[in-house]
């Protein structure tokens, strides 16, 4: 890029002040630790998945592709520079956006909790547990009592088989109900708090009106510049968004479904 300026006799104070800056990121980086820029290895070009590196002057810093930045344009293209603080000003909005759904979650979450049938609810699976287990005793019991009758001569061995024949699919029945029992129950146990570690993370954020480069790397895995200039920020965490999510929309009331569609993953 300055190659192109080089024609110029003389070298305009823009690009005086760009080189200078580019030294001075340069030798902040190597020199310093910790003084690196607000989004230093969080963008990327969605084209060729590179890094976007900080260029410009002093007040018109922009992001631009790495790749088109050393490899030239006939590998990727300039098309996803972004000015630097246009996208301040979109990842701030988008985590807004985001901390403002997180408490919505939150609120979710605890009125979920104080809903007696959820306190209920591993209790309950706990008695139809027991119940389950109690009734599949007495029906190996009954089994073996069948078989002594038949050793007794009390039935006949035709008698006896059908007996074992309608027990044993009744057990099979009854193994696989156990199986989902279990299942609901270890699932009711792992049921969502609203003191989850989660909400913390972003709500501590809650009234943010400016980014800084600590929050961006506690939050944020990687934001993407498309060729329109879209910007998509990927956050961290999302297995825990996912699972409380999942939390959410199974205990969902049926006159609250509709609130489903507003909480769609982005
Ligand atoms: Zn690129």
Not at 124 to 153: A, M, P
Request: aromatic share 8%; hydrophobic share 35%.
């Amino acid at each position: 890029m300055i190659v192109a300026d080089c024609h110029d006799k003389t070298v305009s104070d823009e690009l005086f002040e760009t080189v200078a800056q580019m030294r001075s990121t340069r030798s902040r980086a190597t020199k310093k630790t910790g003084t690196v820029h607000l989004f230093a290895g969080l963008v990327y070009c969605s084209n060729c998945q590179m890094a976007m590196n900080k260029t410009g002057a002093k007040g018109h810093e922009y992001l631009v592709c790495k790749t088109y930045f050393y490899a030239g344009e006939e590998h990727c293209t300039r098309k996803r520079s972004i000015n630097f603080r246009v996208l301040e000003d979109i990842v701030l909005t988008v985590i807004q956006a985001q901390i403002g759904l997180v408490a919505d979650l939150q609120s979710m979450i605890e009125e979920i909790n104080e809903r007696p049938e959820i306190s209920k609810q591993s209790l309950r699976i706990n008695q139809l547990l027991e119940d389950c287990q109690r009734e599949f005793e007495k029906e190996t019991h009954l089994l073996d009592v069948s078989y002594r009758d038949w050793k007794n001569g009390d039935i006949s061995k035709e008698q006896y088989q059908r007996i074992r024949e309608e027990t044993e699919k009744k057990l099979e029945q009854m193994r696989a109900t156990l199986q989902t029992l279990a299942a609901e129950q270890l699932k009711a146990a792992k049921g969502i708090q609203a003191n989850n570690e989660y909400f913390e993370r972003f709500l501590k954020y809650q009234n943010v009106e400016a980014l800084d480069r600590f929050m961006l790397v506690e939050l944020i895995s990687r934001i993407y510049i498309d060729e329109d200039k879209s910007v998509k920020v990927e956050f961290n965490f999302s297995d825990q968004y996912l699972l409380i999510m999942d939390f959410v929309q199974e205990n969902m009331l049926e006159q609250d479904k509709p609130l489903k569609l507003t909480l769609e993953r982005k």
